[in-house]
């Protein structure tokens, strides 16, 4: 039998070592796969007229895709096309790094997703309790 120990506030050093292990086998399966310090996180801001933030995208570009992780518009600025306009500005920036695809998950902006091209190919239900969380997809290209 194993003895098993619980570390509810890991410290620093011991997330990075369980990481390193998980790259390093990762890495023999993928020889070329590339080090979390290549990923590239990145935010886009929307600005109004008196400089203030009334929307942004948190993003990361690593592995060949780029991963939405937060999308925020302020209340004034909804139904506008502003999160259209920052998602597509991450896009960009992710297909000039090399993605290849994005991927997210929502509650529910699902609609909002759909309409620019993304398509579910997960559901977790309960996460909270009560609500569905999709897991959502879309190839990039290159704009021509």
């Given at each position: 039998?194993k003895?098993?120990?619980?570390?509810?506030s890991?410290?620093?050093?011991?997330?990075?070592?369980?990481?390193r292990?998980l790259?390093l086998?990762?890495q023999?399966q993928?020889?070329?796969?590339?080090?979390?310090s290549d990923?590239k996180v990145?935010?886009?801001?929307?600005?109004?007229?008196?400089?203030?933030?009334v929307?942004?995208?948190l993003?990361n570009c690593y592995w060949?895709?780029l991963?939405i992780?937060t999308?925020?518009?302020?209340?004034?600025e909804?139904g506008k096309?502003l999160?259209?306009?920052l998602?597509e500005?991450a896009?960009?920036?992710?297909?000039?790094h090399g993605a290849?695809?994005?991927f997210l998950?929502?509650m529910?902006?699902?609609?909002?997703?759909?309409?620019?091209g993304?398509?579910?190919y997960?559901?977790?239900e309960?996460?909270p309790?009560g609500?569905?969380?999709?897991?959502?997809?879309?190839?990039l290209?290159?704009?021509m």
């Amino acid at each position: 039998m194993k003895n098993f120990e619980l570390v509810e506030s890991p410290s620093v050093d011991a997330v990075s070592e369980l990481t390193r292990r998980l790259f390093l086998y990762n890495q023999s399966q993928v020889p070329n796969l590339r080090p979390e310090s290549d990923d590239k996180v990145f935010m886009v801001n929307a600005l109004d007229r008196s400089e203030h933030v009334v929307g942004s995208i948190l993003a990361n570009c690593y592995w060949d895709g780029l991963e939405i992780d937060t999308l925020w518009i302020a209340a004034s600025e909804r139904g506008k096309g502003l999160g259209a306009e920052l998602v597509e500005q991450a896009e960009l920036y992710g297909i000039k790094h090399g993605a290849v695809i994005t991927f997210l998950k929502t509650m529910d902006a699902k609609p909002f997703y759909e309409k620019l091209g993304y398509e579910v190919y997960g559901v977790l239900e309960d996460r909270p309790i009560g609500t569905l969380l999709y897991h959502m997809k879309k190839r990039l290209q290159a704009k021509m």
